[in-house]
């Protein structure tokens, strides 16, 4: 037996003519309960819409009912309808306000065409907003020289605490377990050729010259990148960016120079620090498994490598350090007031900057092969 | 309880810890709201109007007191097709930005996911026009919508499951006054049709004696007053004073008159 609420459908002879009956609640609510719409649909497949109908004893009918019951009559009243006036009223309505939804015409292959040309223009529209953003910070570098009691100093020295002090202890863990697996790796092949000592070589170049400013680069573009697209783009969405453009104030200026400016010397900071835990990680890993004493370590370590190799590990992380603030923030200031592109910015901000860090560091590796050996 | 209660207030408690000391917003407060009423709450700020339509919808616990809405304890509000009970309206529409309009108002039917697509889009083209937006408007997403068609969206995705209650937070605020007129004049024609009960915050004197039937004021943590129109007004207290009778308000009594429908 069904419960009362339950909408349904019953036949009633009504002098010899085959009337449907439509009982119950028929909303929402009750429609939505799992696999009643699939009996009810079968049941109301047995009356067509010559048949007559009541609705006069369903106890509820609201908009979603109605328009379930219109849509079997075909859009359009049956012949012998018995109704009660609030759900004429209801009816009424879906009747004037039943139309069909817009459906998205389908992509066709000038459609496809024109999406690829508006992707290529959209791409180098990127590019452009990017220079222009450069260029942008360099005469802002240029002011700021000119009249440095007018920089932003307070944000400077937040961003360089938030996005250099705090981001030391992620940094020496990620970059001490890479020094142990790196050293732990090696030492497997050294000891082959019984070419143990090399391995302060290996370790010495690999992390002061790549892995320790590429491991810091790439945990600080995922870190500090995406919050500071974050931060931008939710300016844009709560309209602060228009407000300080009304009073006057340079966004390049007040948001983007002390955010690259933090990164900037942050960065090389960071780097140093992973490489100095990679180091340690790798010299306590080639103790265990090569024998090798952390004495030996650091003796043959300023042999190993060159300053040159210090130099140029350094000045990448700088270079890192600026672009990760220019993509942050570039994303952070195309973002769309609302929620949905605030998250694409942010992804898309944090893909660019890991991607372009090791695109830089490649180019890196080849322009200055010469240096530091 | 009368079986016609559609919320039910006893001995409300609200307090806000601050560092230091407890901010006493609500105390022992009682309240009730019967079926086909419309009724403003209005009070100072921070005499907690908007906390309490939160509290009648669920999204904040009282510290004591019990509310009871649709004859169900509040804490049942939030199960699943809690939109086929109460429908609210926020002040800035809440609108999904990442959906359009269509999704927007379909959402709460979709979200059953036992319906077939086509009824819960033609259902929700209804109640789009319902609100008086065009069928064009469907595809429009929430960004390029006017403050004005942003509460109707709104107010068409509250009313998809024909809930019969319907909460207003600030309905008028931020509208220009023609757009504002055109929603109070939507709102009393729905309230009409779909025989809604409605409960809602609002500032604005206009809206205030144009839609309401019953007036409920807020002040010294408890409702002091409440009534037609004309009885609040006639009550003596410094706050219905200053709110009714200063300048703002004579203004806007001119067009009090008793509302049409009254129930």
Redesign the interface.
């Known amino acids: 037996m069904h419960e009362p609420s339950t909408p349904r459908l019953e036949t009633s002879a009504d002098g010899g003519v085959q009337a449907a009956q439509v009982l119950g609640q028929w909303?929402?609510?009750q429609?939505?309960?799992?696999?009643?719409?699939d009996q009810l649909r079968a049941a109301l497949a047995r009356f067509g819409s010559n048949a007559a109908w009541d609705l006069r004893g369903a106890d509820q009918l609201?908009?979603?009912g109605a328009?379930?019951l219109w849509?079997h009559w075909g859009h359009q009243r049956p012949q012998r309808l018995e109704l009660l006036p609030?759900q004429s009223?209801v009816l009424e309505?879906?009747e004037?306000?039943?139309?069909?939804?817009?459906r998205?015409p389908p992509l066709g292959w000038r459609g496809r065409y024109l999406a690829l040309g508006e992707g290529v223009l959209s791409a180098a529209l990127q590019l452009r907003e990017f220079v222009r953003l450069t260029g942008q910070l360099a005469l802002n570098t240029l002011r700021l020289a000119r009249a440095p009691q007018e920089g932003p100093w307070r944000d400077f020295s937040g961003h360089l605490y938030h996005i250099g002090a705090t981001a030391l202890p992620i940094t020496a863990l990620v970059g001490f377990l890479i020094g142990v697996v790196l050293a732990y790796l090696t030492a497997k092949q050294l000891r082959q050729f019984g070419a143990d000592a090399y391995i302060v070589n290996i370790l010495g170049v690999a992390l002061i010259r790549e892995l320790g400013p590429m491991l810091a680069a790439i945990l600080v573009a995922g870190r500090s990148g995406s919050s500071i697209t974050a931060q931008i783009g939710v300016m844009r969405v709560t309209d602060e960016l228009d407000a300080m453009s009304v009073m006057g104030i340079s966004h390049s200026f007040r948001l983007v120079l002390p955010r690259a400016m933090a990164l900037a010397i942050a960065m090389p900071l960071v780097s140093v620090w992973t490489t100095l835990c990679a180091l340690a990680g790798g010299m306590l890993a080639a103790d265990i498994s090569l024998g090798i004493t952390p004495t030996y370590f650091l003796r043959a370590l300023p042999d190993a490598v060159q300053v040159g190799s210090l130099v140029l590990a350094t000045s990448k992380s700088v270079v890192f350090g600026l672009l990760i603030a220019l993509i942050g923030c570039h994303y952070g200031l195309q973002v769309?007031?609302?929620?949905?592109s605030l998250g694409r910015g942010t992804t898309a901000s944090v893909v660019t900057a890991i991607t372009v860090v090791i695109l830089v560091d490649a180019l890196f590796a080849i322009a200055f092969q010469e240096v530091g050996f | 309880m009368r079986d016609d209660t559609m919320v039910g207030i006893r001995g409300l408690r609200t307090a806000f810890e601050l560092p230091g000391r407890t901010f006493v917003v609500h105390d022992n407060l009682d309240f009730d709201v019967r079926r086909g009423e419309v009724v403003s709450l209005v009070g100072g700020s921070g005499t907690g109007k908007t906390v309490l339509l939160r509290q009648i919808l669920g999204l904040e616990r009282p510290a004591a007191g019990e509310i009871r809405v649709l004859g169900q304890p509040v804490s049942e509000m939030g199960r699943r097709g809690a939109a086929s009970r109460v429908g609210m309206l926020f002040q800035h529409g809440a609108l999904f930005s990442a959906f359009s309009v269509l999704q927007n108002i379909a959402f709460p039917l979709r979200e059953l996911r036992t319906l077939p697509r086509e009824l819960v889009l033609e259902a929700a083209m209804v109640k789009l026009q319902m609100v008086g937006l065009k069928p064009e408007d469907a595809s429009k997403m929430p960004a390029d919508l006017s403050g004005g068609m942003i509460k109707r969206v709104a107010l068409a995705r509250a009313l998809i499951m024909d809930p019969p209650l319907l909460l207003l937070d600030e309905p008028t605020a931020g509208l220009d006054p023609d757009s504002s007129d055109g929603f109070v004049s939507l709102l009393r024609a729905l309230h009409r049709d779909l025989a809604l009960t409605v409960i809602m915050v609002t500032h604005d004197l206009d809206t205030l004696f144009e839609l309401s039937t019953r007036i409920a004021v807020l002040a010294d943590r408890k409702v002091i007053v409440t009534g037609p129109p004309k009885e609040v007004i006639a009550f003596q207290h410094p706050f219905v004073h200053d709110f009714f009778l200063g300048q703002r308000g004579q203004r806007a009594m001119e067009l009090l008159r008793e509302y049409p429908f009254a129930v």
């Open positions: 909303t929402a609510a429609l939505a309960r799992p696999g009643l719409l609201d908009h979603v328009q379930l849509d609030a009223a309505r879906v004037q306000f039943s139309s069909e939804p817009p998205r769309e007031p609302n929620t949905q």
